[in-house]
């Protein structure tokens, strides 16, 4: 049975709806290297030929990713019987200590949660990322991750693949992730959002796929989001207001007019304005996804491309949202919640 049918790459962006935590990217080899001098437990499952090894790369060369490889794979297909004793020595041991890292406090968190689990003791080689409302962090194909709490807008390209190896009760393929991992070191970029016109803000990864726009109204105001050459999906967040759409395509310049609240999704073609405005006695927040601008060298687009519906989830159990598709390029927008190893 072929598992990943889907052939294109997934690179993907996590924006900050509330305090976010995260598991991203893998630690330098230096800070892995102390981490196995220092908590033996990890040591253990690891093991010695794979940890002296680790201990004798000291930079971000190839033969630092080689050692990071042996090392996490060595981690992430050791006996299940071996790791469900190392994970409850770490935390019997943790339990006992009066001041714990925050990733300390992460890891007893996560085994009170999936006890026993081997991404428990992945924290140790991953970046531990907390986001604050508003910043955000993207992330290149084949990536090691895990969304460990709070709420997002996330935005990927279309791709049907999830590779998973942790903290998860969904399928598990380890072989096949710590094969496709990129076994780069380092945390990931956050970016803060750019300031494209009042109340708009846009977050611009450095793919060609997507790109993700906030709109921030405050009660009564309004404003106007341009024609673009490409069509959009746009999430209403928080509040109420209308929004009025004028197609540049018709040569009438047919209008349409809505009201929009909270939880609604609606899709916008392609060279279609969108006059919104907030409610009088609340403020109006609206998040779109489309192509990345640079595609249509345009300061302010929208581009053509597709945001493919929305995730909700709590916890690690997920409902997937639906799918549309229009145009050459097609993204992947949804509302998550989550927390698994994969990529």
Not at 255 to 269: A, L, Y
Not at 325 to 336: D, E, F, L, P, T
Request: glycine share 6%.
């Amino acid at each position: 049975m072929q598992i990943y049918k889907d052939s294109n790459h997934k690179p993907e962006m996590a924006l900050a709806i509330t305090d976010f935590e995260a598991l991203c990217g893998f630690v330098s080899i230096q800070e892995l290297s102390h981490a196995l001098r220092s908590i033996p437990e990890l040591a253990a499952v690891v093991g010695k030929q794979q940890s002296q090894a680790v201990h004798s790369s000291t930079s971000n060369s190839g033969a630092a990713q080689a050692a990071l490889k042996a090392a996490f794979t060595a981690l992430m297909t050791a006996d299940p019987k071996s790791v469900a004793e190392q994970v409850e020595l770490l935390d019997d041991r943790l339990q006992q200590q009066q001041k714990l890292t925050d990733k300390e406090r992460l890891i007893m968190r996560l085994h009170q949660q999936y006890p026993h689990d081997v991404g428990v003791l992945s924290v140790f080689f991953l970046n531990l990322i907390l986001l604050k409302p508003g910043q955000a962090i993207y992330l290149p194909a084949n990536e090691p991750h895990a969304y460990v709490s709070g709420q997002l807008v996330e935005c990927m390209a279309t791709s049907d693949n999830v590779i998973r190896a942790g903290l998860t009760p969904k399928l598990r393929d380890t072989t096949i992730l710590c094969e496709s991992l990129t076994y780069n070191q380092g945390p990931p970029v956050m970016l803060q959002g750019d300031l494209v016109q009042e109340y708009t803000t846009v977050y611009s990864p450095p793919f060609d796929e997507f790109e993700v726009y906030k709109v921030s109204l405050p009660e009564s105001a309004d404003t106007i989001i341009p024609a673009n050459q490409g069509p959009t999906v746009v999430l209403v967040m928080r509040g109420r207001g209308n929004v009025t759409a004028t197609s540049a395509l018709k040569a009438s310049a047919l209008e349409e007019q809505t009201r929009v609240s909270k939880g609604d999704i609606f899709f916008v073609p392609s060279h279609t304005a969108l006059d919104v405005s907030a409610g009088s006695a609340q403020d109006l927040e609206l998040w779109i996804a489309a192509c990345n601008s640079k595609i249509f060298e345009s300061q302010f687009a929208l581009p053509e491309g597709l945001v493919n519906g929305h995730k909700l989830a709590n916890g690690h159990k997920s409902v997937d949202g639906h799918k549309l598709a229009n145009g050459r390029k097609v993204s992947n927008a949804h509302i998550i919640v989550k927390s698994a190893i994969a990529v």
